[in-house]
Every structure is written in C-alpha cells, then in structure tokens.
C-alpha cells in the first residue's frame, strides 16, 4: 500500500502537492516546502547520443521471450567513429571489423542459443501468418524455454515441438486454433505434433482447458458467412446439447459444425453438408453422423 504523502510544515495531504518532474520533487502548493526529492522516473527512457535534441528514437529493444537472447546482449555497431565523432584509421577499422565478426559468432556459442533462433524465426513466421497475438507468442516462447531445459526437444524436430507448445498455448488462452491448422500453416505433420504434445503435457503437469464449442461454432459461422440469427439459433442449441452430456470424446468442430447444419435445417434452409464440413475441416460422414445423434438426442425427428 503506498504511504500518503503529506506536508511537514502545514499538513497539506497529497492532492494538495505539485510535482516537478524536471527536477524531480513533489513539493507543498502552500508552502513550498518540499516533501520528497529524487522521485522515480516511470516514462519511457528516450535517448540517442548521437542526436538527443532531434532523434528521439529508443536505444534498444524491448525485452522479449520470443528471441534467442531475449533482446538482453550487446552488439559493436557499424559505425568506424570513436568517443569524438571522429573517423578512426584504416588499421583500426581492420581490427575493428575482425571484432565484430568474432562477436557475431559468440552470439550462437552453443546449440541452445542455435535452438532457439531456429525455433523462434519459425514462431515469428506462424505469427505473421496466423495473427497470433504477442500475449500468444510470449507465452508460447516461455513454455519452449522450459521444454527445452527439460530436454524433451532433444530427439524430437524443433518445429514440432515449437508447434506444440504454440497449440498449448492456444489452448489455455482461449484462441480457437485447431491442431490441422497449425499443422497445415507450419507444414509440419500432424502426428508429430499430437505426439511431442501429449509428451509435453504429461511432463510439465499442465491442465489443459476444454476446447470451447461456442467458438467452434462462430467460426465455422463466418467461415460461412451465416446471419447472426442462425448462429445465436445453433448457440442455443449447442447449450441444449451439452446439458445431456453426449458431446464427450467428440471432435468440437466437428460437432459444432452438426449442430450449425441441424439449426439450418430446422430454419428451414438449405446448405450441403459438404460445405458445412470444409468450413469445420472434417468430412462428410461426421457431419452427417453428428447431426442424426443430435436430432436423435434432443427429439428434433
């Protein structure tokens, strides 16, 4: 709980105190007396030696997970200059040149900083590609770094199992992304991926929610292009159908997209279960199954 600032002299309470954030004292607006000097500084540090007055760019990169050293090490930049401003001579830029070489080169020393620039150029592309989130990202970095220290990345490919932690990640964050379309964006098999997963989860003890069915249902819906009026419709359903407890042990989407069908149908509309099947990425014949149980479970023939 922070302390209440208050005046010595007049006891003035803190809404009454003025704050110099030039010289850093928070001073009585009665007085003048000042109560507290050398205050943090919680801005952003903007700073550039070589041009302070006009380039207010930040020195250095945010602090991140998703990179091999975690934007923590220094590099000797490119400019053959000293303290000065002046240009050094050619013997120096010679040695200067062969320092930085070297220094590029103890930047992946090991093969676990070689692990994860290999693994995380991999998550920076599924970024771009499938929109995650940097919350996704960081948290799917931190969960590699602990993969990694276990050991369990050794044997195994580094993309599936930057995959894996990618979908776990997903998965407790609550983004509706299935294991196909990691798999597909990564183009990594889908059996390696389910397998390193499974292997990860046992490992670290994770709890791993649900896959939220609603979700499922509102993707398929825009996939399709449905009205807001058949999707609230198949909501409704799908809270019906969950109640009586069959939905265990059943693939989500492929679920969802039965119950999408079955409350188009009951609308009165009409959609080809191939269609319904693309847009949740299953075939056919598990639409087709799941709507028959779901009719036959709630009565609806």
């Keep these: 709980m922070s302390k209440l600032i208050t005046c010595s002299i007049c006891n003035i309470k803190e809404n009454k105190m003025v704050t110099d954030l030039v010289s850093g004292e928070i001073v009585c607006s009665n007085c003048g007396t000042v109560a507290i000097d050398g205050i943090e500084e919680n801005g952003k540090e903007w700073r550039n030696f070589n041009d302070p007055e006009t380039d207010k760019s930040r020195i250095g990169m945010p602090f991140s997970l998703a990179v091999h050293d975690m934007n923590l090490s220094t590099m ?4 053959n200059k000293d303290s000065t401003g002046q240009f050094i001579d ?13 220094d590029s080169r103890t930047l992946f020393r090991d093969s676990t900083s070689r692990n994860f620039t290999t693994a995380f150029m991999l998550l920076d592309k599924l970024k771009d590609k499938l929109g995650l989130t940097p919350s996704v990202v960081e948290k799917t970095a931190y969960t590699y770094r602990k993969v990694q220290e276990d050991g369990l990345i050794r044997g195994r ?24 379309e990691l798999a597909e964006a990564s183009n990594i098999s889908r059996k390696a991926i389910a397998k390193i997963y499974r292997d990860i989860v046992f490992h670290l003890g994770r709890k791993i929610p649900e896959i939220n069915c609603f979700q499922c249902i509102e993707k398929i819906a825009n996939k399709m292009q449905l ?15 969950l109640k009586l407890e069959f939905s265990a042990g059943k693939d989500p989407m492929g ?8 409350s188009l149908q009951m609308e009165g509309k009409t959609v080809r279960q191939v269609d319904i099947a693309d847009a949740a990425g299953v075939t056919e014949v598990t639409i087709r199954n799941r709507a028959m149980d779901l009719k036959n479970r709630l009565h609806l023939i």
């Excluded at 490919?157 to 294991?179: D, H, N």
């Excluded at 009205?227 to 159908?241: G, I, N, Q």
């Excluded at 679920?255 to 079955?262: K, Q």
């Design 255 to 262: 679920f969802a997209g039965a119950v999408l069908y079955v």
């Design 157 to 180: 490919t580094i993309g599936a199992g930057l995959v894996a932690c990618l979908y776990i990640s997903c998965r407790e964050l609550g983004v509706s992304r299935t294991i196909d």
């Design 227 to 241: 009205s807001e009026r058949t999707t609230r419709h198949a909501r409704d359903l799908m809270k019906k159908a």
């Design 76 to 79: 000797i930049g490119k400019t």
């Design 90 to 102: 050619s013997g120096m830029q010679a040695r200067m040149n062969r320092l930085r070489i070297w």
